[in-house]
């Protein structure tokens, strides 16, 4: 049911040198399926990353965080990333963090590297044991078929409830040299905005200084994965991770060179598209909705009024069954939580239909045009508050049957 | 698919003296349905009410705050409230105040009063323009059946997707005085607290000062309607009006009486009855839920995890496939915006089962406890915070198909 979602052609999707990625059926949840990932990095990459502000972040998470933090401590930098699906090592306890842990000790053994150098993620259910054997188990396999090309079957290794594998790639030259860009995304519910909500990883060649890359991988992150939600729910694992291999020529070591902008504009370019495939995929999604909230006082009342229309149920619902009731939208944004919010001078628009003047129905909109742009698979949502000059984009999908048939048998 | 909901039993449903109710089939979006109330009361009665907190609130909301505030001034009572079903009059701009208005002229002639002594309510969808006409003509057919004993046929009158008529009673001594206690309540979607969130009146032939009726009116909303949430949708429309005749013998002059207190558990209890009904009602509901938060800091951040474990559709879905997939409570508890929460010190129990020790996995906790009390119509879940002695307690239902279906084909 995924929306206008384009499936990956995995010849198009450029190695990056100095990252190679092997997969294993570890038989983590079910059987016969690419449920865990390795990716091995060259010596000379940086990674940073963001992660979910859920305070019930898993164990893998923790981990995550401790050994990037470690990092600037021992120079010792990050070898290989290791990701399992099935099962998301979350509100576990203490056993989940040795499991995480253990999982880590593995794959440096492995790799013989420490285990401060391996990053891990889980995704799945949660509050349920990590299966760690049968995932140490698997990593003999996923490092046998380490290869540079292998992002397609990355992207296949990281689903869960997810309809088809999501990955893109770019090549952009900056200051005369080619750099590649490659990343996979997975969703597809427990979206929201503000946490990495997802895992994503990107790889470039580019050389990029980690203050550096550090502040590039949450710019991105707030103009991309923090710009989508599907059901206003926020896991407990999910994270956005950016490497740096170093082995193109390209080197970026500070924020206020032409290099970052370009690189920058790249960046958030695939991370936007890896973003909206989340949606695209989004659980039981059959449109593609755009919310802009335009003429705000500041940037985050209009987050706050899109996030009102994307996370309302009545809203989605209609959506869902091409249904031009509006009102729900006004409703949407009268209790976003604006409170000093004029809504005579609100005007909202779907697509190029004028639906509401100045807080109330626009005399001359008919239901005729409303049902006509519903209708169609893309819609966007403008809204003008006539408050300021600030605006806010996000995107989502509506809330059909199948969402509900997904999350009801999810563990079944 | 209501969830245990007793159908009122017309008998039961005491009159109050001083009131009485007529009824309607104007045709206001339906045929051949009962879709205008007029609620007439005795010269004696003081009216307080609380009313949706949406920026985008409905003419007729503008309209009784206006009136209800001019009472004040004028020192004329209200004589009598009309409510619409088919059509909320919300987003519908000057025209729509112009036509609660018009409303309130037309009810005043025929009851020989003012408009400014009527109360409009409207109820349905909203950015369309109301009938006014088909209400006007409705009138008469109202009033001529005007009966102390309609409170039946009155909640019937209001109900939109309610699956059935929701109405309770009781009668309580007080200072050796009997009084009565009668209301009505609709719901069933877009429910959400803080915001009075549906339609309920409720009357009694106490006689009760006006600044004491408008403590109380909030003081029992703060207890019921605003612990309850279906999908976490605030209505344009939804107002809590409580109604006090004042002919009985018992007075209630002062929130610090004795009389005042006994009178308060009981409309507080009432209140609890109606707003639990919009409950069990919830659109596409299964199931019944009570989420209890307790050892809070503070009631605000009890409320907050409440309500984001009950807003969260995949909790919701879990709850109505009867699948303890239970971390995703864990989740909702990690997102709901408590930053400084330490989850090692979180419990959670479903009913009698103790699911999270110490924000992990129970280690004797098995997934047949957890089974048995999901598939129950009941189902209580507590949370304990280990940060202070501070409880709420909050009302939800699950999400389920039908909630999509409903909504998906409201106006159709």
Not at 218 to 225: E, I, N, Q, V
């Amino acid at each position: 049911m995924a929306v206008n979602l384009p499936l990956p052609v995995a010849a198009n999707l450029n190695p990056v040198a100095g990252i190679e990625l092997g997969y294993a059926e570890a038989g983590i949840r079910k059987t016969n399926r690419k449920d865990l990932l390795v990716m091995k990095l060259a010596s000379t990459a940086t990674v940073a990353g963001v992660f979910t502000t859920n305070r019930f972040c898993a164990a893998p998470v923790q981990v995550c965080k401790a050994h990037l933090e470690g990092l600037c401590i021992s120079g010792s930098p990050i070898r290989a990333l290791v990701i399992n699906t099935g099962n998301a090592n979350a509100g576990t306890g203490e056993a989940g963090l040795a499991d995480a842990n253990a999982t880590c000790v593995a794959l440096a053994e492995l790799l013989d590297c420490e285990p401060s150098q391996i990053l891990p993620f889980s995704t799945g259910v949660i509050l349920e044991p990590l299966p760690v054997d049968r995932i140490k188990s698997g990593l003999p396999q996923a490092i046998a078929n380490l290869k540079a090309d292998h992002w397609y079957q990355a992207a296949e290794s990281i689903m869960t409830t997810d309809t088809q594998p999501k990955a893109a790639s770019r090549k952009v030259t900056i200051n005369g040299t080619s750099i590649t860009l490659t990343g996979i995304s997975k969703g597809a519910g427990m979206i929201k905005p503000n946490m990495a909500t997802m895992l994503s990883f990107m790889a470039t060649d580019a050389k990029i200084a980690q203050p550096v890359l550090e502040h590039l991988v949450k710019s991105a992150a707030d103009r991309s994965f923090n710009c989508i939600t599907i059901d206003g729910d926020t896991s407990t694992n999910d994270s956005f991770m950016l490497i740096a291999t170093g082995t193109a020529e390209l080197e970026v070591s500070s924020i206020d060179s032409v290099e970052y902008a370009e690189l920058s504009d790249a960046v958030i370019g695939l991370s936007q598209e890896l973003a909206q495939m989340i949606v695209r995929d989004g659980e039981g999604a059959t449109k593609f909705i755009t919310i802009t909230v335009e003429e705000g006082a500041n940037i985050e009342e209009c987050r706050k009024i899109a996030y009102s229309i994307g996370h309302s149920p009545l809203v989605k619902t209609a959506f869902f069954a091409s249904d031009p009731n509006l009102g729900r939208i006004l409703a949407a944004i009268g209790y976003a939580g604006v409170n000093d919010l004029d809504v005579t001078k609100v005007n909202l628009y779907l697509d190029d239909v004028w639906i509401a003047k100045n807080g109330g129905r626009h005399p001359d909109y008919n239901e005729q045009d409303g049902q006509r742009v519903m209708k169609q698979s893309e819609i966007t949502i403008r809204v003008k508050l006539g408050r300021g000059t600030e605006a806010a984009t996000i995107w989502t999908c509506d809330l059909s049957h199948e969402y509900v048939t997904i999350n009801a048998d999810y563990r079944s």
